[in-house]
C-alpha cells in the first residue's frame, strides 16, 4: 500500500459516514416529529408563513426610510428637517395607535388567522393587539391558524404606516407639525383600520361586492392619496407656487441625489409589500407565486418609469428626472392590486400607464391649484384607481362593478372624514404655518434647527 493509502481510505469511509448520516437526517427529522396528533407538514408551513411576514414585514418597513429620503430630496432645504421629524414620528405613531386600537378593527376577533367566522361587517372590535404566548410549543399551528399573531401584526402594521406616508409629502413645506401628527392618530388608529376591515377583515366589500385588492392599491394608496387631496384642499398652496395670472411657478427640491435614492428604497421595499401579500409560503405553489409577484412588480415600476422617461422627452423635449421617478412609484401602486395574475407583459403595460398618468396628471393638479408637493396625488390616488380597475383586465373573479363601487365608497368615506377632521384642526389650533414662518422654512419656524446648516437656505 503506497504511502498515505490509508489515511485517503480513512478519509474516504468519513466522508461516506457524514454522506449517509446527512441523507439519513430527513427520515430521522420525520421520525423524531411523529408525535401522535401534530402534523409535520402544518408545522412547516406555520414557521414559513410567519418567515415571510417578518420578511415582507421588514421590507416595507424600508420604506419609510424611502419616503423619507423621496420627501427630503423633493423640498427645499430649508424644510428638509421637518419633512424627516415627520416622517420618524408618523411611524412611531403608526405602530402605537395600530396597537392600540386599529389591528382589532381590521379583523373584528383580532388576528384573522385564528378562523373568525364573522364576516360582512362594517366595524371590527375595539381592543389591543394581543399576541401568542411566549415560547409557544408544537401545536401553535393549530393555536394561532397558519401563521404567528406576531409576524401578521408586524407585517399588517406596516401596511398602516405606509398610508401615513403617503399623506405627509403633499402637504410639505406649509403644514404645521402637530396637527399633522394629531391627524396621523386618527388616520392610523380609526379611519385606515375601519375601510380596511371592509376588504382585508371580511368586511362588506369582500362579501357583498367580490372587490378584490391584491395588496393595498385602494386600501392603502389611494386611501393616503385621499386623505392627502382633502389636506391640500383646505391647507390650500405654497406662497408663490401659482400666479394671479394663473401661470405655474415650479419649486424645486433640494436634492435630487436624495429623491433618487428614496425611489429606489421604495422599488426595494415593494418586494415585500407585494410578495408579501401572498400571506402564505408553506407550499411549493405558494414559494412560485411569491417569485411571479417579485417579477411582475419590478417590471410594473420598470414598464412605468420608461413611460415617464418617453413622454416627458415628447412633452417637454428634456426629461424631467421627478417625473420619472415618480413614474416607477406609479407603475409599483398600479400593479399592487393584482400582482399575481399578470403576465410580465401585461405588469409592463399596467406600470406603463401609471407613468402616463404622472405625467398628464401632475400638471392638471396645478391647473386646479392643487398644491402637491411630491406629486403623491398622482402617484398614489390617481395611479391607485388605475391599479384597481385594471385587475379586470387579468383576473377573471374581478367584476368593474364591484371594483369600481368599492372605490367609490372607499373614497367617499376617507375624503369626506379626512376633510371634517381637518376642518376642524383648522378652527381649533391651525393646520397652516404663518407666511412669515413659511418663508424662513420650517425647520427653524417648527423646530429651531436646520437640515443643512452650513448651507444658505435656499
Known sequence: MRAGGKDNIMKLATKLGLASALVALPSMGLAQDAVPGVDASSDSIFIFNSLLFLIGGFLVMWMAAGFAMLEAGLVRSKNVAMQLTKNISLFAIAAVMYYLIGYNLMYPLGNWSVGSDETGGYLGAFGVAVLEA????????DDYGYASTG??????????????????????????????????????????????SWKWGGGFLDSQYGFLDFAGSTVVHSVGGWAALAGALILGPRIGKYTKEG???????????LATLGTFILWLGWFG??????????????VADVSRIF????????????????????????????????????GLVSITAEPLTPTLGGATLIGAVGGVIVVFAVPMLDKLKID?????????????????????????????????????????????????????????????VSEEEEITGLDMAELGMEAYPEFSKS
Open 134 to 141: 411566549v415560547g409557544v410549543g408544537r401545536d401553535a399551528a
Open 151 to 196: 409576524s401578521d401584526f408586524y407585517f399588517q402594521l406596516m401596511f398602516c404606516a405606509t398610508t401615513a406616508s403617503i399623506v405627509s409629502g403633499t402637504l410639505a413645506e406649509r403644514i404645521k407639525l402637530w396637527p399633522f401628527l394629531i391627524f396621523t392618530v386618527v388616520l392610523t388608529g380609526l379611519i385606515y383600520p375601519i375601510q380596511a
Open 247 to 257: 401661470r405655474t411657478v415650479p419649486i424645486m427640491g433640494s436634492n435630487l441625489p
Open 273 to 286: 409589500f407585494n410578495g408579501g401579500s401572498q400571506l402564505a409560503m408553506g407550499t411549493v405553489g405558494d
Open 295 to 330: 417579477a411582475n412588480t419590478n417590471t410594473a415600476a420598470a414598464g412605468g418609469a420608461i413611460a415617464a422617461l418617453i413622454l416627458t422627452q415628447v412633452l417637454y423635449k428634456k426629461v424631467d428626472l421627478t417625473m420619472v421617478l415618480n413614474g416607477a412609484l406609479a
Open 372 to 432: 402637491d408637493v411630491v406629486g403623491a396625488i398622482p402617484v398614489h390616488l390617481i395611479a391607485g384607481i388605475w391599479g384597481t380597475i385594471a385587475v379586470v383586465f387579468t383576473n377573471s373573479d374581478a367584476t368593474i362593478g364591484g371594483q369600481l363601487i368599492s372605490i367609490i365608497i372607499v373614497g367617499a368615506f376617507v375624503f369626506v372624514v379626512s376633510g371634517i377632521l381637518w376642518f376642524i384642526l383648522k378652527a381649533v389650533m391651525g393646520i397652516r
